[in-house]
């Protein structure tokens, strides 16, 4: 793995820290979506095996990037997708490019030292959940979006990055 690689974490979290609930997200807000899936095109994404299954079947595989599922049932039939057994493997699996971290909550704990760059969305709820989202410790420089309004229900939103002092957010 090259030491100047970007690996990136991509998340939703509720102002509770909550980033799901039963296997789901618990909101809806298409503007996410959609900063997700430019963030992340024509890279390799990296996903823990609940994550895999609770994609709606027509958007899996993830189109446009290479999928990585990390599963500890090395039998495990993935179509369209590779597996591996370990967040470590899965980096070494991705070679040098630009890899973002895309679930669940093991994933991201174990993705964490990895970590390079996260982008976060904030969401203006509070919501019940089951998976929290990683926390974010040690030394980082955030660039803080605006509050946003989603165009779905009003719900209110904004984009949170975060870099290593050594790159630029």
């Known amino acids: 793995m090259s030491a100047s690689r970007e690996v990136g974490l991509i998340?939703?979290?509720s102002s509770n820290l909550k980033i799901g609930e039963a296997g789901r997200i618990p909101w809806e807000v298409p503007e996410d979506?959609?900063?997700?899936?430019a963030v992340?095109?024509?890279h390799p994404v990296i996903m823990g095996r609940k994550t895999w299954e609770s994609l709606p079947a027509r958007f899996r595989p993830l189109p446009g990037r290479r999928n990585i599922v990390v599963t500890r049932n090395r039998s495990l039939e993935v179509p369209g997708a590779e597996t591996c057994g370990g967040v470590d493997e899965a980096l070494a699996l991705?070679?040098?490019d630009t890899v973002w971290i895309i679930g669940g909550g093991?994933?991201?704990?174990s993705a964490m030292p990895?970590?390079?760059t996260l982008h976060v969305t904030?969401?203006?709820?509070?919501v019940p959940g089951d998976t929290d989202a990683p926390s974010v410790e040690g030394e980082w420089i955030t660039k803080t979006g605006d509050w946003l309004t989603s165009r779905v229900d009003g719900r209110q939103f904004r984009y949170v990055e975060y870099g290593k002092p050594t790159?630029?957010?």
Not at 106 to 109: A, M, N, S, T
Not at 122 to 126: G, H, K, L, S, W
Request: aromatic share 14%; charged share 30%.
């Open 114 to 116: 990895f970590a390079t």
């Open 122 to 126: 904030e969401i203006d709820v509070e």
């Open 33 to 37: 979506m959609a900063r997700f899936k």
């Open 94 to 96: 991705a070679g040098d």
């Open 11 to 13: 998340w939703a979290q």
């Open 106 to 109: 093991e994933i991201y704990r």
């Open 167 to 169: 790159q630029t957010v």
């Open 40 to 42: 992340t095109m024509n």
